[in-house]
């Protein structure tokens, strides 16, 4: 067939950037029409977020003699992921600890906490306010503290500190699904500044103007929700679980 250079071009679809509504429908229909678990999803979540930062700081690249990883979680979604990708990066050698401050009494969460406990994964007791003493024992820092559910103009303690101290880090933060303290359905300067951004099921609508690095794990969407609400997730390559947009 000859092709001319009268014929139109290819559509090129667009990433489809979700809204905090859009999200949270998705994921009910996921646990409720596709029958997938909770704890289901957030080891998938965990899993990805994990593989994204071995791609983002290999173990090579690290510029301390400890491949040590501070992850701080929070009440939530958000803070399961983050225990879930702790456990994992300490399968992969990395030497992660953890700072908790608010353990929850649903099974979910305390069964992701004694894994973690398992493999001997530290829990730190407190944070430093002093932000050098952080920037001196980590490469890096995971922030799964606040998650698109989270109402950002009503961040309570211990939560609103958190963010202060780790808006004055040197060292670089890499955030799960959105910074902690944006607001999902717009851009923001609030909240942290993360080097690193790893969006799940698809980017939220405040990371459309994000200039760091930025992975996406949503391989995993069947795909008739994809086609439902346009995702038009890019394709992944070979058989990996997350792409870098």
């Known amino acids: ?37 909770q704890q289901q999803l957030i080891e998938i979540w965990g899993h990805a977020c994990a593989i994204a930062i071995t791609k983002a700081f290999p173990l090579t690249s690290l510029g301390k003699k400890q491949p040590t ?27 992660p600890t953890i700072y908790y401050p608010k353990r929850t009494p649903h099974t979910i969460q305390q069964d992701f906490t004694v894994q973690c406990e398992k493999m001997d994964i530290p829990f730190l007791s407190y944070l430093p306010t002093e932000v050098q003493l952080i920037n001196d024992a980590y490469n890096l820092v995971i922030d799964a503290i606040l998650g698109p559910e989270t109402d950002h103009t009503d961040v309570k303690e211990p939560y609103a500190g958190i963010l202060v101290t780790l808006k004055q880090v040197k060292i670089p933060i890499v955030s799960v ?26 980017p939220k609508r405040c990371a459309t103007s994000f200039t760091g690095k930025h992975y996406l794990a949503g391989r995993f969407l069947p795909y008739d929700i994809q086609k439902k609400y346009d995702l038009n997730l890019p394709e992944y390559p070979g058989i990996d679980c997350v792409i870098e947009l």
């Not at 994921?27 to 409720?32: P, V």
């Not at 990883?69 to 030497?95: K, M, T, W």
């Not at 699904?177 to 698809?202: C, F, H, K, R, Y």
């Open 177 to 202: 699904d959105i910074p902690s303290g944006w607001d999902v359905d717009q851009v923001t300067s609030d909240g942290i500044n993360p080097d690193v951004l790893i969006s799940l099921m698809a």
């Open 69 to 95: 990883v501070l992850v701080v979680c929070g009440p939530d979604q958000n803070g399961s992921i983050g225990l879930v990708c702790a456990r994992h990066l300490r399968i992969f050698e990395y030497e």
């Open 1 to 37: 067939m000859n092709h001319s250079s009268t014929e139109p071009a290819e559509t090129i679809e667009l990433l489809r950037y979700l809204s905090k509504v859009e999200t949270a429908a998705i994921e009910t229909e996921l646990l409720r029409d596709y029958r997938f678990g």
